[in-house]
C-alpha cells in the first residue's frame, strides 16, 4: 500500500469515525438536554389533563347539585302555591258563609221592616237596606282587619314563604 492509499484510507476510517463520534454525541445530548425536557413536558401535560378532569367532575357535581336544589325549589314553590290555594279556598268558604249568614239575617230584618210598611217605604226601604248593608260590611271589614289581625296574616304569610311553622 503506498502512501496516497494509507491517507484514502485513513480519511475515510476518520470520516466513520467522525460519524460515529457525532452519534454518540447527539445520542448523549439528546439523552442529557431534549428527553428530561420532553418528558418534563409530558408530565405537566399529564397533570394538566389530570386537573382538567378532576375540575370536569368537580364541575359535574356542582351541576348535579344546582339541579337538585333547583329541583327542591321548584317543588318547595309548588307546595307553597297549592297552600295558598288551599287557604285562600278556606278563607274564601268562610266569607261566604259569613256573608251568606249576614245576608239572610238582614233579609229576615227586611223582610219585617217591609212588612210594617211595605207600599209607603218601599223605596226608601231599599235605599236604607243598601245603604245599611254597605255600612255593614264596611263595619266588619274594619272590625275584622285590624293591625293586629292584618299583623298576624301578614306574619303567617311570611312564615309560610319562609318554611316556617304551619
Same mark, same amino acid.
Given at each position: 500500500?503506498?502512501?496516497?492509499?494509507?491517507?484514502?484510507?485513513? =480519511?475515510?476510517?476518520?470520516?466513520? &469515525?467522525?460519524?460515529?463520534?457525532?452519534?454518540?454525541?447527539?445520542?448523549?445530548?439528546?439523552?442529557?438536554?431534549l428527553?428530561? =425536557?420532553?418528558?418534563?413536558?409530558?408530565?405537566?401535560? /399529564? =397533570?394538566?389533563?389530570?386537573n382538567?378532569?378532576? @375540575?370536569?367532575?368537580?364541575?359535574?357535581?356542582?351541576?348535579?347539585?344546582?339541579?337538585?336544589?333547583?329541583?327542591?325549589? !321548584?317543588?318547595?314553590?309548588?307546595?307553597?302555591?297549592?297552600?295558598? &290555594?288551599?287557604? =285562600?279556598? $278556606?278563607?274564601r268558604?268562610r266569607? &261566604?258563609?259569613e256573608?251568606?249568614?249576614?245576608?239572610?239575617?238582614l233579609?229576615? /230584618?227586611a $223582610?219585617?221592616?217591609?212588612? @210594617?210598611?211595605?207600599?209607603?217605604?218601599?223605596?226608601?226601604?231599599?235605599?236604607?237596606?243598601?245603604?245599611?248593608?254597605?255600612? $255593614?260590611?264596611?263595619?266588619?271589614? /274594619?272590625?275584622?282587619?285590624?293591625?293586629?289581625? /292584618?299583623?298576624?296574616?301578614? !306574619?303567617?304569610?311570611?312564615?309560610?314563604? !319562609?318554611?316556617?311553622p304551619?
Open positions: 500500500m503506498d502512501r496516497m492509499q494509507l491517507f484514502e484510507e485513513l =480519511a475515510r476510517w476518520s470520516e466513520i &469515525v467522525g460519524g460515529i463520534a457525532f452519534f454518540i454525541a447527539a445520542y448523549v445530548l439528546f439523552r442529557r438536554f428527553l428530561p =425536557a420532553v418528558v418534563t413536558t409530558e408530565v405537566a401535560r /399529564n =397533570a394538566d389533563l389530570v382538567a378532569e378532576r @375540575r370536569r367532575e368537580q364541575l359535574r357535581a356542582e351541576v348535579s347539585s344546582a339541579r337538585a336544589q333547583l329541583e327542591d325549589a !321548584a317543588s318547595e314553590a309548588l307546595a307553597i302555591h297549592a297552600r295558598g &290555594v288551599a287557604d =285562600a279556598q $278556606r278563607e268558604e266569607i &261566604v258563609a256573608a251568606m249568614a249576614e245576608g239572610r239575617r233579609l229576615v /230584618n $223582610r219585617g221592616e217591609l212588612e @210594617r210598611s211595605r207600599i209607603a217605604a218601599r223605596d226608601h226601604l231599599r235605599i236604607e237596606l243598601i245603604e245599611r248593608a254597605l255600612a $255593614r260590611a264596611r263595619t266588619m271589614a /274594619n272590625e275584622r282587619i285590624d293591625d293586629a289581625l /292584618n299583623g298576624r296574616l301578614v !306574619a303567617r304569610t311570611v312564615d309560610e314563604l !319562609a318554611g316556617g304551619r
